[in-house]
C-alpha cells in the first residue's frame, strides 16, 4: 500500500484506526519536532516514510498534497491537509499543555518559533544538511559563511536560557519542541555547544520529559 508517491506505509506499533497521517522522513529535524510533539500528547497516527533525496517529495502525487514539495505534511481523516512544520505543532498543540491559553505566551511562543524558522534552522540545519551530502559535494563551501550565523542563534538561546528553564511561559511548551529539534543535533552541522551550558541543561531537560522519543526512534 503506498501514499503521496512515497513508499509503503510506517505505523506506530499499534492497531486500529488512526484519525492523521504524517507524510515524513526520519532524519529530517522539520519531521521530528511533529513526531514529537504526537509522542507527548501520546497521539495515535499513520507514518508515511517519503524519501526527499531521491525525489519522492516531487512526485505529482505528493506536490498534490504538498505544492511546495516540503514534508511534514499532516493529512487528517477528513482529507484536510497541513503543511510547515511549526503550522502543524500550533495546530496539534491546541488545547493542550502544550501551548498557552493567555495571549502573552502564546506569542512568546510564536516569537520563538519564529526564530527558530528565520534565525536558527537557516544555519543550523543547513549546515547539518550539506554535512550528510558527500564530501565533494560544491555546497561544502557554504559552511564557512553559515557558521557564525549559527552560532549567533545559539549565543541568542544561551543568554534567553541562562535565567529561564524554558523559552515562554516558564514550561515546556511547542516553543521548545521547535527549537529542540535541530538544537539537539547542532553536532552533526558542526556546531560544538560546549561553550553553551545553559543550552545543553535546557536540551536534557527536555530530553528528560516523559513520553520524550528520539529522532531516530
Known sequence: MRGGGGRARVRDGQTGDFSMRLYDNRSSGNAYKVRLLLALLGQRYERVELDTLSG??????????????????????????????????????????WLAEDRWTRAQSLQWMFFEQYSHE????????????????????????LAPKGHAALAVMEGHLADKPFFAGGRHSIADIALYAYTHVADEGGFDLQDYPAVRAWLARCAATPGHVTIDA
Open 56 to 97: 519522492e517529495t516531487r512526485t505529482p502525487g505528493f506536490l498534490a498534497k504538498n505544492p511546495n514539495g516540503r514534508i511534514p505534511v499532516l493529512e487528517l481523516d477528513d482529507g484536510r491537509l497541513l503543511a510547515e512544520s511549526n503550522a502543524i505543532l500550533w495546530f496539534l498543540a491546541e488545547g493542550t499543555p
Open 122 to 145: 537557516p544555519y543550523i540545519a543547513v549546515s547539518r544538511h550539506i554535512l550528510h551530502l558527500p564530501a565533494d559535494s560544491p555546497r561544502r563551501g557554504e559552511l564557512e559563511s
